[in-house]
């Protein structure tokens, strides 16, 4: 497609600390583009995801201030995934080809401009993946690397080292609009469409300011929820683990009427304490997998909206005739 209009969807939970350097590459690479006629037209569109801060008010500044910004604020702090999905469906109305990227600055702004090369030689989906992760720590780095070992060992699709940085056509992000389910893993879901794709490689940065908003307790939740979201596999293995146990038991049952029959009556105290511990755990971490599907199911059932925009900024211009305050399907 020849010049499209870009939009690049940017949730951002409390990050006053970057949005002003990150409005400003973003609008010069926007620039650029436009320059060299890669895209017609570009706009920026901040999620607000219920910030505390000033990152509202920073959004509004721009829009103030002439830049091609659009903004939605959430009513509520819905998480990272479900953010992005408000600014997806949003930037599907309005876009030929949309990027997603964090606030922090970690991924490289300026393979976005490989990305639009890409999409304007036909692709439909851009993975931006990182060459390397040098500038994490070591423990995220191989919690990282183990999640995506698990992931793909489990059956789900999913491209190594590839976070929510990516350039999706129109179609595809419509596409992606058009799975109902409410555990969102947006990585899993994207590769799983099969749309023509390409990857972009880039080396990840340290945050530019202030912290990361996903400390441990929410990565590893994240990962849960990846993992349960995308296979059932752990359920199977539980059911396997199941007749493994009988297997045994069977086993043992034989070698205590044997050890009868033969007269040993050695109370065997010990074994029996720590088989009833060690099947006890398996039993309840077997439930607790169990559970967390349930949970699932539950979520999914009760079908609700997704997020609620509070307030938007730069949209609803002339021209644009568009809802501005509705709840996210
Ligand atoms: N984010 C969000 N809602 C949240 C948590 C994070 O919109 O509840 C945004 C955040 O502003 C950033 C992106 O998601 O733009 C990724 O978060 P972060 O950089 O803190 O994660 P990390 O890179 O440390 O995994
Ligand atoms: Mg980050």
Not at 78 to 87: E, I, Y
Not at 102 to 124: C, H, T, W
Not at 309 to 326: F, H, L, N, R, T
Request: with cysteine.
């Amino acid at each position: 497609m020849s010049n499209p209009i870009l939009y690049i969807v940017v949730p951002c939970y409390n990050e006053e600390e970057v949005l002003h350097e990150t409005n400003r590459r973003l609008a010069a690479l926007l620039d650029s583009l436009v320059k060299d006629n890669m895209i017609a037209a570009g706009r920026i569109l901040y999620v607000d995801d219920g910030s505390r801060d000033h990152t509202w008010q920073l959004v509004e500044e721009f829009v103030a201030a002439g830049s091609p910004v659009k903004g939605l604020k959430l009513a509520h702090n819905v998480g990272h995934q479900q953010a992005l999905w408000a600014g997806l469906e949003y930037a599907a109305a309005h876009a030929d080809a949309v990027v997603s990227i964090d606030a922090d600055l970690q991924d490289n702004v300026d393979s976005i401009r490989e990305m639009v090369d890409y999409f304007n030689k036909g692709i439909d989906i851009v993975y931006g993946v990182r060459r390397e992760r040098r500038t994490d720590s070591f423990f995220k780095k191989t919690t990282a690397q183990l999640f995506y070992r698990l992931m793909s060992n489990l059956g789900g699709e999913i491209v190594y080292n590839h976070a929510d940085f990516r350039l999706m056509s129109r179609r595809a992000v419509e596409a992606l609009m058009s799975y109902p389910e409410r555990n969102l893993f947006l990585r899993g879901m994207v590769c799983s469409m099969g749309y023509p794709s390409a990857v972009v490689y880039y080396d990840r940065e340290k945050r530019f300011a202030g912290e990361s908003k996903y400390p441990f307790s929410k990565m590893l939740s994240f990962a849960v929820d990846g993992i349960t979201s995308f296979s059932v596999r752990p359920l199977r293995y539980i059911v396997l683990l199941g007749l493994l146990f009988i297997l045994i038991s069977i086993v043992a049952i034989i070698y205590g009427f044997l050890s009868y029959l033969e007269g040993d009556t050695i109370p065997g105290w010990t074994s029996l304490l720590v088989s009833i511990w060690f099947i006890g755990g398996m039993v309840t971490t077997a439930i607790g997998i169990i559970g967390e599907y349930v949970g699932k199911i539950y979520k999914e059932v009760k079908r609700r909206p997704r997020y609620f925009v509070e307030k938007v900024a730069g949209i609803g211009k002339a021209g644009e005739g568009e809802p501005s305050e509705k709840p996210g399907r």
